[in-house]
């Protein structure tokens, strides 16, 4: 598997709407243009890191890559969920990531309750690996404060 961190950003697009109404947990979907842009050498699964929209603050987050085999959609999805509470939804917004280390596989589960146990499971591994030191400092790393530039949303 690649080496991480991976760095990337893109605009945040509708998927089926499951994320919030389903699962409790909503998750930034990237169009299909940056699923397709993405490294093949990142393989499916579950990964923790961090996240900004737009130009705000830089929060902790989980990433889910893949074919969400409990739904078996056909298409690859890239989808975000950052662990902080937004006032509002944020489609069309530019998403900047950083995937710091990886969870687990995608699986599939018995049960819808199952697949959210796991969820919240992975949120506290993230939040828990993210405190540590080697990955703390990457939430100030230039990516998501460029010297002296905005983050703009040219759409
Ligand atoms: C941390 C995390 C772990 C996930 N793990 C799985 C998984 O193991 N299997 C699966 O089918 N989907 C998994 N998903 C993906 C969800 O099924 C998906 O986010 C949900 O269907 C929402 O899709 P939507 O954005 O199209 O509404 C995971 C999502 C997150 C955020
Ligand atoms: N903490 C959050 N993490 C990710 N997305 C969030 C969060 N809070 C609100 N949102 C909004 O919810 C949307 C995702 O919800 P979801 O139910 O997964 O819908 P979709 O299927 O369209 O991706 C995001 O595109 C964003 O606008
Ligand atoms: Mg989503």
Redesign the pocket.
Known sequence: MRQLPYFCRGE?V????????QLGV????FSEQVVESFPSDISTGIYYGWACVGNGDVHKMVLSIGWNPFYKNTKKSV????I???KE???GEILSIAIIGYIRPEKNFDSLEALISAIQEDIEEAKRQLDLPEHRKLKEDNFFHPPGGKIVNNH
């Open positions: 945040v509708k998927g089926f709407g499951r994320g919030s109404r909503p998750t930034a979907n989808e975000t969920h950052i902080h509470t937004f939804d944020f489609y």
